[in-house]
């Protein structure tokens, strides 16, 4: 790996031991503006229908272009960056991420909206694995870095749990628009930070880029995560608009792999996944997003619909989960160097499963301590969890493939939160549904309606009015809670799930200072490929190891051995 720019250089000169601090808050502030990104816009919904009156497909189309073009790019950019440099990448998302930005706020039909929106998801593909990758080049110690990923992952949710009480606050005082202005100063203020403090880092740069690889890795994961949303929104899962993405998306990605693994200078070196710790971390985060982005869909529901509770009070009472998250972060190197990957990993899903287990209790009536009690557990223990998750992930890969380690990790991401939405929602769904039929005095087309969503089922007692209306209300919040219930317990089942995957992970935190070199080998090789050619490239000489000169007896570096 290379850190050879002006920037970098004057991170040397001044240093570097304290600007890389520095470096990391310009970083978490742009992973922020991305996660609220991912979330501001869901209470702003009702006013934007109202003001572009969007047809239902493209209203869909609004929600879901930021997060489906950006789980598709993501490999594509992270590879990228370990080509042309990561710096350059993340600059130039910082510029189209502004700009996408303000043509969103005044978009004055549902197309521009769209269009911006999938520009914005291709600024967060080209920001969020370089703000990861960079950060793996700033921070070569280990014990460093799990301090600085525990910011970085505490940072993305504060963005995804304040989305959701920013936009509400920001709808109710000003325009929908308004939730897409937000960024603009903040970006203004981190591209010109961004260029004079950030070090240019890419990798050994080995051959030319695979560009084929890259857009049928983007329309792989484009067609998986696609059909997982179809699911999700209720598709029926051998229908065509949800099987044929799924399927086409699939093949694409078994091809990918398997040009990955012919090629002497691949994208992805997918030796990384023959490594456990990295296999199980990957597995790790999708399985925590998967509970988290479900479970938080699933709560906000119940929190609007049975508890009558406005946006922004929902976002209120869902920020117990953010500040423990926080507190989960913030505390991350400590426990992880403490108890190890394994045991932080498996005891945040156990802690977690507990706290979705304490939700069961939650019923038609508002029990607030109940809520601020089980949120911070939620938040906590899933912040525990990511956070071992992602440092392993990120240690386990070598300094030169960082940048497409990164974008498996938030592929992961992205791919966990569609599935928990497909997922949970579909149980769900399963749970709801008998309970509508047959409630006495309503016609049966209108059980059926009501059958869809609680939302709904409301708007249909309403139109029935009376005795019926009432009955067909309280069928519907009773069958919501029981919904909720039965959710709850898969997804704790789903959490406990994790902790037993976590098993595979190592034991104890590896924080010898030559941890890079025996992962990756002096030049990126992994170990058991050091002095060997990968397919079609030239021999290499064997070359003796140098040995390292003694240390004196009470340095730092054999001090950190000992500890």
């Not at 203020?189 to 890795?217: F, Q, T, Y």
């Not at 209120?316 to 505390?331: E, I, K, N, S, W």
Request: include cysteine.
């Amino acid at each position: 790996m290379s850190v050879t720019t002006t920037a970098g250089a004057r991170l040397r000169a001044t240093g570097g031991g304290a600007n890389r601090w520095v470096v990391l808050v310009v970083l978490c502030v742009s992973l922020l503006l991305v996660a609220l990104d991912a979330t501001v816009l869901h209470v702003a919904v009702p006013a934007v229908t109202e003001d572009l009156r969007p047809s239902s497909t493209a209203l869909l189309w609004i929600v879901d272009a930021y997060p489906l073009v950006c789980a598709s790019l993501l490999i594509l950019f992270g590879t990228l960056g370990d080509r042309v440099g990561r710096r350059r990448v993340l600059l130039a998302g910082y510029g189209l991420f502004g700009v996408a930005s303000a043509v969103a706020a005044f978009a004055d039909t549902p197309a521009v909206l769209i269009a911006a929106r999938a520009l914005l998801g291709v600024g967060g593909a080209m920001i969020m694995p370089a703000t990861l990758s960079i950060l793996r080049a700033v921070f070569p110690d280990r014990r460093e870095r799990a301090t600085a990923i525990g910011i970085w992952t505490a940072v993305a949710a504060v963005g995804a749990a304040t989305g959701p009480v920013l936009g509400g606050f920001l709808v109710e005082h000003f325009w929908w628009g308004s939730v897409f202005l937000i960024n603009i100063p903040l970006m203004a203020l981190i591209l010109p930070l961004g260029r004079w403090l950030l070090p240019e880092s890419k990798g050994s740069g080995d051959g030319p880029w695979d560009v084929l690889g890259a857009l049928m890795a983007a329309a792989g994961v484009l067609g998986v995560v696609l059909g997982v949303k179809r699911a999700g929104a209720g598709g029926p899962v051998l229908g065509a608009e949800t099987a044929l993405p799924l399927l086409l998306g699939a093949a694409l990605l078994v091809a990918f792999v398997r040009r990955q693994r012919r090629r002497a200078h691949p994208l992805i070196d997918m030796r990384m996944f023959a490594r456990a710790a990295f296999t199980t971390s990957v597995g790790c985060i999708v399985l925590a997003m998967l509970a988290l982005v479900g479970l938080e869909l699933i709560a906000v529901q119940y929190l609007q619909l049975v508890l009558g509770l406005t946006p922004l009070e929902t976002g209120l009472r869902l920020l117990p989960l953010t500040f423990a998250a926080m507190a989960a972060g913030a505390t991350g190197s400590y426990t992880l160097r403490r108890v190890g990957p394994r045991r932080m990993v498996g005891w945040g899903f156990v802690l977690t499963a507990a706290a979705v287990l304490l939700l069961v209790l939650m019923g038609q009536h508002d029990r607030p301590l109940l809520l601020t009690a089980g949120f911070v557990l939620l938040g906590f223990g899933l912040q525990t969890t990511l956070f071992g998750a992602y440092e392993s992930m990120l240690s386990e890969a070598p300094a030169h493939g960082a940048g497409g380690a990164a974008a498996i990790g938030e592929t992961s991401y992205q791919l966990g939160a569609g599935m928990g939405i497909a997922l949970l929602g579909s149980v769900m769904n399963a749970a709801y549904a008998p309970g509508l039929a047959g409630v006495p005095g309503v016609p049966a087309p209108a059980g059926a309606a009501a059958a869809n969503s609680l939302g709904e089922a409301y708007q249909v007692a309403e139109r029935l009015g009376g005795p019926a209306g009432e009955a067909l209300r309280t069928a519907a919040r009773h069958s919501f809670v029981h919904g909720l219930h039965v959710t709850l317990a898969v997804s704790a089942g789903l959490l406990l799930l994790g902790a037993l995957m976590a098993l595979r992970l190592p034991r104890v935190m590896d924080c010898r200072p030559d941890a890079d070199a025996r992962l990756g080998g002096a030049d990126g090789a992994w170990p058991e490929q050091e002095g060997a050619a990968r397919p079609g490239a030239a021999p290499v000489p064997q070359v003796p190891a140098r040995r390292e000169p003694a240390e004196p007896a009470g340095s730092g570096r054999t001090a950190g051995r000992r500890a």
